[in-house]
């Protein structure tokens, strides 16, 4: 399937989800299923509570494995909800693999306020000095390194200007979040040069299952664990500062890299709370 065939499958997807009716989906024989991490049966969960999808649409795809990505948001009769989707097609255009990711706040240990949700040019771009799959790969991996026990050490390489949005809410170089947790007024390197991230004990179960290539895109998906042990540590810069988290407690993580001229250039990530250490069903696949 090339972008084309994808992208209108995943139109096709995502007009089925408006009309809540999951029989509208080509499933293919024993196909994996999975909200917030849990394998489910196609019709179940968000198909049966989905009031419409929201505006935003960020749309990727990986024209070597068949699979297709998404970012947007769905409306339920709560809230709106940011919203990560990954499906996998056989050759038969059938769905084999479909990965949902719903930061649905109301359920949430970590509830962002103001959050918004807009297009970002430079995820549409394509990259101007783009590098190999496994070095895209590669510059990912080394993110989820240097925040792994963050001590300031940088595994990977970042744009100057790089910026992160999580659940809708912008990271970093963002002085009103900022008024909340200080440390998101610092771009991503200044944020991670400071070990600001050292109860991050472990990113775990990694995931590179699409790789757009001709965007610069890599999809990512994993935990961070924390322990929940950590009381207080030392910044690069000397301070000492108190861990946000004190108790055991786990995200599941889908992350977006933009890679230009073999940096870092934007991060789009969706994280929910689950329990500490739960395990991926899509390891044992």
């Avoid at 505006?55 to 948001?73: E, I, N, P, S």
Wanted: charged share 25%.
């Amino acid at each position: 399937m090339d972008r084309t065939a994808l992208y209108a499958a995943l139109d096709r997807f995502l007009a089925a989800m408006n009309a809540r009716d999951h029989t509208l989906v080509p499933w293919a024989p024993g196909v994996h299923n999975s909200e917030n991490n849990v394998m489910l049966t196609p019709g179940d969960g968000v198909w049966g509570t989905i009031v419409k999808l929201g505006d935003y649409q960020l749309k990727f795809a990986d024209t070597r494995t068949r699979q297709v990505g998404y970012f947007g948001t769905v409306i339920e009769a709560i809230e709106e909800s940011a919203f990560t989707l990954r499906l996998m097609y056989d050759e038969a255009e059938r769905v084999t693999e479909c990965e949902m990711l719903i930061v649905r706040q109301s359920d949430s240990g970590i509830k962002f306020e103001n959050c918004r949700y807009w297009d970002k040019p430079i995820l549409h771009r394509e990259p101007e000095a783009p590098v190999s799959r496994e070095e895209m790969i590669r510059l990912s991996n080394g993110y989820f390194d240097t925040l792994q026990q963050n001590d300031g050490t940088i595994h990977t390489k970042f744009h100057p200007d790089c910026n992160r949005v999580e659940n809708g809410v912008q990271t970093t170089r963002n002085p009103e979040f900022a008024k909340i947790v200080p440390v998101s007024a610092l771009g991503c390197e200044e944020q991670f040069r400071m070990g600001n991230y050292r109860y991050d004990d472990e990113l775990r179960a990694r995931r590179f299952p699409l790789v757009d290539e001709e965007r610069g895109l890599v999809l990512a998906f994993g935990f961070i664990d924390h322990s929940g042990r950590i009381d207080e540590y030392q910044l690069t810069d000397g301070r000492t500062v108190k861990s946000p988290v004190r108790r055991p407690h786990s995200f599941y993580i889908s992350e977006l890299f933009k890679i230009d001229h073999g940096m870092i250039e934007q991060i789009e990530a969706n994280f929910i709370t689950v329990p500490y250490r739960m395990p991926s069903p899509w390891d044992a696949l």
